[in-house]
Each structure stands twice: as structure tokens, then as C-alpha cells.
């Protein structure tokens, strides 16, 4: 290896993984065998389940602890022998996937709740995979990756609306948190059966988790089906239970063609309510499937636009395997030495950063023949590999009338330029990480003939408003690290909780960071304690809300093994 390549290893590795906190190492994920490790070994911990002490690291780097234990059991019966053992002996369990999360769900980010905790990784074995054609169902364990799931599911001729970018990520993960994609229905079209323009969450009919037994005294398996009020709370359980298993309802699958712009300027696509032109709203309704991402101090943003094609349009390049915008995952040396500048003190090239991302974007599309795909729906709705940028990110979802989605977004891309631009007559650029902007439908059990909604998704309809039928999601993304970007993130937070209070509803993106403090994402008792639980029992009964679904949690794991110190603080 050459020494100018592993430099631009060196750089990428800072920055994707390690750039919080100045970082300068990475930390490898290297298996130490429990006789081995430095940690002292779990009281009796069950024999013939692998245990070693392994390095935990979330997607931004942001949260990293040294030294945790963790297990790989082979089948969900150790997951409750793991379960049973904890309990009697005072340890936590936490379900570790790919770690692609922003948010300290799993570990604190100064690893001070990791004391008495073992990671159970379910990608290792808990990842099978069974499809039904006559139901048009799958039997999935959640160790099983998405980019798994979805290529089952295409064998079968099945898929899904929408899901999230990473194929990475697990079924167990994308649960957890409502996962989602983009996609609302457009102008006159009609939902095929199975198919839901919500989360992931929504597709669920079975739920398999490992939970108290009060005649037995110990943890067991049990399956609800959706019916079941259990499945309420366990369908989107922010990491306070352990599901090993679902069954999810899939629809026919779809061809699907995605056209990017990079010229179309941002007072166009994000021009007030009622504009003519290009805007956001006018593709949502031509196409139902948009994703804007546009970068800071950049006239221009990438848009997105997916259109159901059942054949190929005359234009459009076929594709036969997802990731295709190879340009976002193989960025060159310089792009990386000016974000690593940016972090570590020179903030000033935050703008030439933005259009730097921005004419990769162009020059990518056009050289790689991106700008027009075509093909099954997995090739084009799995498109982030975990060797692009690692950014931090905050995250929101707006519930509103579909009639007001332009208007959320108008309202908010203003507040956010405005505001980008008065930190920076201060010299102050918090921001060098693009905005994402994404509109989904919400988790209406009806989509998949069900009754039960997931009570924690941020997507869960309420009754009393039937007109709020879509969510504007906003993503604002930067590298970790960067100077002023907390407080940048609680001006914005405030300002997003103030506005959209008079005509919409604002829940957090569990995910990514929110709640936040000039000390940082998930520092806010407001939030946490008062805004968060309001959210999810306005409008909800009084049976079947944020309090009945923390309760329930309550009732299935009453030890508390599935839980964490942000999670005991977020569900009380």
C-alpha cells in the first residue's frame, strides 16, 4: 500500500468515524475473547453463548466507548437464557445491530452507563428470512439486514413502498425507531394492497419478543399478533424490549424510475405556499416520492424524484443492484482534508465545502449516468453505504395536512438560511452538512387491513385531527465537532417547536439527535420530560398513548434488562 493511500485512509477514517471530539485514531473493532479481555468478566455468565469485549461506535463517531462486553447467541431461545441470566444478576442487555444511530439509545455517549451491560449482536445468526407468496407475508428475524429483507422479497416478486436509504441497517433497528422512507401517494393514485406509505412499523402483523412470564417468574417468547395491545408498544419500542422476530406484509413489487435535479434553485423549490413553478409540492403530486438535500450556502439543491414505471422509460439507464451514486461513497482526498480543516478550526471553508458537495453531486450524475435510473424498487430505494460522509444529525417530523407541506417547508428552509447566514456575520458556521427534507405517509393500519397503530412512531395518526395525513421530515446534518453547532441546533429546535404548534404537530426523529442544549442533543428536560410525551397523548385516548405504551413496556420487562439510562430518563 502506498503511503499517499493509506494517508487518504488515514483522512477518511478520521472523518467518518472518528471526527467528534477530535478523534485522531480509529478504534478498531477488534474481538477480544472474554479470557483475554481487560474488563472483568459477567458473574456467571451462561456457558456455550460466544463473549468477548469488543469497541462500540454509533454511525457519526460521536457516541464511542473502548471496551464493552458483548455476545453473539445463536438462537432467540439464548436470548432469553441471556435475559433470565441478567435479571438474576443485575445486568442490562442492549440489542446491538449496526449501530447506525445517532442517538445514546443503546450506550451513552461517555460510555458511563456501559458498566454492567452486554451488547447482544443479532446480525451474526438471528437473521432468517421466510417469505409466503400466498399471504404475500415474511417471516423475519431482526438481526436480518434491510438490503436482506428487500432482496428476499424481490425473489418473490414483493417489496415495499418506501424504507430507509442504508441497506445496512437491521429489521430489528429500523423497528426500534419508526424507520422510514419518503413516499406519499400522488395525485389520483391508489395504494396496492400490502403496501403502506408509512413506516416500516406499519407493515408489521406479527411481533415475536422476548418478555416477563408473571406465573413463571422469567423471561420467555411470546408472539402477539397486531391485535394484541402488547404489539402496540412493541411495533416501534425506541430500544426498551427485545423482539427477535416479525412478520411483515409486503405488496407487489414495483418498478420505479428516479430522476435528480441539481437546477432547479432553492426559491423555487422552496417558494411559498401557492407558487407556481417547481416546487416542492408540485413533484410530490406529480411523482408522491421526493427527497430534496441541499447543501449550506448552495443556490441549487439535489432533488430526488421516484415515479412508479411499471416499464422502462425511453430515457431512463437501467439498474440491477442498488448503490448508485457511487459518487457519494468514493469521495476524493481533498473533499476530506477541507472537512477535516473545518472541524479542526477553520470554519470559514464551511461554503466552499457546501459547493464542493454540490458540484460532486452534478459532475456525479452526469459521469455516472445517475441522473435517470430505472429498475426494481430495492435498486433505487437502498442508495447510502456505510463508506460515505459520517455526519451528525438532528431530526424532526411534522405532522400536518398535506395542503400545508409546502408551506412547513417554505417556512423552515427560510428560518434555516437566515439563520446560517447571521451565524456567519457573527464568523460562526455550526452547518456544513446538507438538510434533507422527506414527506411520508402515516402509519395508518388500515393501509395493511389492521386496527393498531405503533403508539410510539413518530407517524402515528391522531384521531382527532384526520386532516394532518402526511409528515415533513427534517434532517440538518454537519460533521461532529463542529463549533457552534448545538447551539445552532437548539435555535432551530425551538423556533420548529414554536411555528409549527399553530397548525401541525412536531415529533422527534428517534434516530437522530433532538432535545437539545448548548451542552447538546438530548440535554433538554423540556423536551424530553414535557414536549416529547405531549406529542404522543394529544389526541390519542386515554387507553392507548405515550403513558399506556411506556407502561406496557413496563409490564414486559419489569427489571428494566432492555433498557438504558437515556431510555429510563425518555420512558420513566
Avoid at 471496551?67 to 453473539?72: D, E, K, M, S
Avoid at 436482506?148 to 418506501?162: S, Y
Avoid at 416500516?200 to 422476548?210: D, E, G, K, M
Avoid at 411555528?499 to 433532538?514: L, Q
Amino acid at each position: 500500500m502506498s503511503e499517499s493511500t493509506r494517508a487518504g485512509i488515514s483522512r477518511r477514517r478520521l472523518i467518518q468515524g472518528a471526527a467528534a471530539a477530535g478523534v485522531a485514531a480509529w478504534i478498531p473493532f477488534e474481538q477480544i475473547p472474554a479470557a483475554s479481555a481487560a474488563l472483568p468478566t459477567p458473574p456467571s455468565f451462561p456457558s456455550g453463548i460466544p463473549l468477548f469485549q469488543q469497541s462500540y461506535k454509533n454511525w457519526s463517531g460521536a457516541i464511542a466507548v473502548d471496551a464493552v462486553w458483548t455476545c453473539t447467541p445463536a438462537s432467540a431461545a439464548q436470548v432469553v437464557t441471556l435475559a433470565n441470566w441478567a435479571r438474576a444478576n443485575g445486568w442490562r442487555l442492549r440489542a446491538k445491530g449496526s449501530s447506525h444511530n445517532w442517538s445514546p439509545l443503546s450506550l451513552a455517549a461517555d460510555g458511563s452507563d456501559a458498566a454492567n451491560v452486554v451488547l447482544v449482536d443479532t446480525k451474526t445468526n438471528l437473521k432468517a428470512i421466510t417469505v409466503d407468496t400466498a399471504t404475500s407475508r415474511v417471516r423475519v428475524q431482526t438481526g436480518a439486514t434491510m438490503e436482506a429483507l428487500l432482496t428476499a422479497l424481490e425473489a418473490k416478486g414483493l417489496g415495499v413502498t418506501a424504507c430507509p436509504a442504508p441497506g445496512d441497517l437491521t429489521v430489528g433497528g429500523v423497528l426500534a425507531i419508526d424507520g422510514h422512507g419518503t413516499a406519499v401517494p400522488k395525485t389520483g393514485e391508489t395504494k396496492p394492497a400490502g403496501h403502506t406509505y408509512g413506516s416500516i412499523s406499519n407493515l408489521v402483523q406479527q411481533v415475536t419478543a422476548v418478555v416477563w412470564d408473571g406465573p413463571t417468574s422469567t423471561y420467555v417468547l411470546k408472539t402477539y399478533d397486531r391485535t394484541a395491545p402488547e404489539a402496540g408498544a412493541l411495533m416501534a419500542h425506541v430500544g426498551r424490549a427485545f423482539v427477535t422476530e416479525v412478520v411483515l406484509q409486503a405488496g407487489p413489487n414495483q418498478r420505479l424510475r428516479c430522476q435528480s435535479w441539481f437546477d432547479i434553485p432553492a426559491t423555487e423549490l422552496f417558494a411559498p405556499a401557492g407558487s407556481g413553478g417547481k416546487t416542492f409540492s408540485s413533484y410530490l403530486n406529480s411523482a408522491g416520492r421526493v427527497e430534496a438535500i441541499w447543501f449550506p450556502f448552495t443556490p441549487k439543491p439535489w432533488l430526488k424524484v421516484w415515479s412508479v414505471a411499471p416499464s422502462k422509460p425511453l430515457l431512463s439507464r437501467q439498474v440491477n443492484s442498488p448503490y448508485n451514486y457511487t459518487f457519494s461513497d468514493n469521495l476524493p482526498d481533498f473533499f476530506f482534508d477541507l472537512a477535516e480543516s473545518i472541524v479542526r478550526g477553520d470554519p470559514a471553508g464551511t461554503p466552499d465545502f457546501g459547493l464542493n458537495n454540490y458540484n460532486i453531486v452534478a459532475a456525479g450524475l452526469v459521469t455516472t449516468f445517475t441522473y435517470d435510473i430505472w429498475g426494481w424498487s430495492k435498486n433505487l430505494l437502498l442508495y447510502v453505504r456505510p463508506s460515505t460522509l459520517r455526519v451528525t444529525a438532528n431530526g424532526y417530523a411534522i405532522v400536518c395536512k398535506r395542503s400545508d407541506v409546502q408551506r412547513v417547508i417554505q417556512e423552515f428552509t427560510f428560518r434555516y438560511s437566515t439563520r446560517l447566514n447571521d451565524y456567519r456575520q457573527q464568523g460562526k458556521f455550526p452547518m456544513n452538512g446538507p438538510v434533507e427534507i422527506r414527506v411520508t405517509g402515516l402509519d395508518k393500519p388500515s393501509d395493511v387491513g389492521a386496527t393498531r397503530s405503533p403508539q410510539l412512531s413518530a407517524l402515528r395518526p391522531r384521531p382527532d385531527r384526520p386532516d394532518w395525513d402526511c409528515a415533513v421530515w427534517l434532517d440538518i446534518l454537519t460533521l461532529p465537532g463542529t463549533p457552534y453547532a448545538d447551539e445552532f441546533y437548539a435555535d432551530i429546535e425551538s423556533w420548529i417547536y414554536a411555528n409549527y404548534s399553530t397548525y401541525a404537530d412536531v415529533r422527534p426523529e428517534w434516530s437522530k439527535g433532538w432535545g437539545y442544549t448548548a451542552s447538546g442533543a438530548w440535554t433538554s428536560n423540556d423536551v424530553i420530560d414535557a414536549k416529547v410525551p405531549a406529542t404522543f397523548r394529544a389526541g390519542q385516548p386515554l387507553n392507548d398513548n405515550w403513558d399506556s405504551a411506556r407502561q406496557m413496556l413496563d409490564i414486559l420487562d419489569p427489571a428494566r434488562v432492555f433498557s438504558s439510562s437515556f431510555v429510563n430518563k425518555l420512558l420513566y
